[in-house]
């Protein structure tokens, strides 16, 4: 698949008018080119986010500059995913402001080689890829469900990678029962040998496990879409902390540029081959197939436990979780 030539995005755009767009780290790499082509689409609000506001000065105008007047306005905010506060603050900022939301592509991510802790004690790569795109997820719940149902049809876009395939299974969850997740997050387990192998690929396939779970949540009474989306292997900011000539290398002979694997997540959020697609995995621009695990009995196991974990540990984070999921999903 990393080879597949990519469709431009002309041959699969649909205007985005009078629609208001959410796009999480969309001031670098394939977050920024991604609002670039979405702006050009010509959203009413088009909304990125950053770790620090002011950074995304500098994206805003040219993402602006991208929209050539068709995009209404597009604004920089912040959002730290290694904070729970920083997103519940950010979606209690939305409501007062906003109050609506068509178009939410959780793009935002961090891949780390050593162990790291988030803010909220948790370790990080876990939160920032998987837990804090959840909780975004469901306090967004609310203000998607005013989107209009007119094609392009409302969709939650969850940016993976193709990494999960590397991920043979979840021991954790044999070995630690209810408290599996947990123990992931942890940072005894992840200092032993095994804690923080795979966990990158591991968070992401807690990606392309949410977004199926989540469409499987989703009334059918709402025409929300939720999809999961892997963009290839790019040049990103993604892989700045890998200090290795070999990974160079590699990166310069086979990755994507950042504006070609943009196209994937562009075509996730509007392609009209999409529109009555749930739950699915999408690559090169078209609709594929996950990983041996995630299509097995055990993965099903696996995500369904995923999903409960998930739930019940950002419920302690946020007591609005519950509420909206009772009332949002079924």
């Not at 909220?120 to 005013?146: C, I, Y």
């Not at 029962?177 to 992931?184: A, N, R």
Request: hydrophobic share 40%; net charge positive; glycine share 8%.
């Amino acid at each position: 698949m990393q080879y597949c030539p990519l469709p431009s995005v002309s041959s699969f755009a649909r205007p985005l008018t009078g629609r208001t767009v959410l796009l999480t780290g969309g001031n670098v790499g394939l977050g920024f080119e991604a609002a670039k082509h979405l702006a050009s689409l010509g959203p009413e609000r088009l909304i990125i986010t950053s770790r620090n506001a002011a950074r995304g000065a500098e994206a805003v105008k040219a993402i602006q500059a991208a929209g050539k007047g068709k995009v209404g306005s597009v604004e920089c905010w912040e959002i730290d995913q290694a904070q729970f506060g920083s997103v519940t603050a950010f979606a209690d900022r939305w409501a007062k402001e906003v109050g609506k939301l068509d178009l939410l592509v959780l793009n935002a991510g961090v891949a780390q080689l050593e162990y790291a802790q988030s803010q909220d004690g948790l370790e990080l790569m876990l939160q920032v890829n998987h837990l804090a795109p959840a909780l975004l997820t469901f306090r967004m719940l609310p203000f998607l469900s005013k989107a209009s149902p007119d094609p392009p049809t409302p969709r939650i876009v969850i940016v993976n990678s193709g990494t999960h395939h590397w991920v043979p299974g979840v021991q954790e969850v044999d070995e630690a029962g209810d408290g599996w997740l947990k123990l992931l997050a942890s940072k005894k387990y992840c200092q032993t040998e095994k804690g923080m192998m795979m966990r990158y690929p591991l968070t992401k396939l807690f990606n392309v496990m949410f977004a199926k779970s989540l469409s499987e949540h989703i009334p059918a009474s709402n025409p929300l879409i939720a999809n999961s989306v892997n963009p290839g292997f790019c040049r990103s900011s993604l892989g700045r902390n890998v200090r290795s000539w070999r990974f160079w290398f590699y990166t310069q002979l086979v990755a994507r540029t950042t504006e070609v694997g943009s196209r994937t997540l562009v075509h996730a959020a509007v392609g009209k081959d999409l529109d009555d697609m749930y739950g699915e995995y999408v690559e090169s621009c078209f609709v594929s197939s996950p990983s041996a695990l995630v299509r097995s009995r055990r993965g099903k196991m696996i995500r369904d436990k995923l999903w409960a974990q998930t739930i019940e540990l950002l419920s302690e984070v946020d007591p609005e979780v519950p509420r909206i999921i009772k009332q949002y999903l079924e």
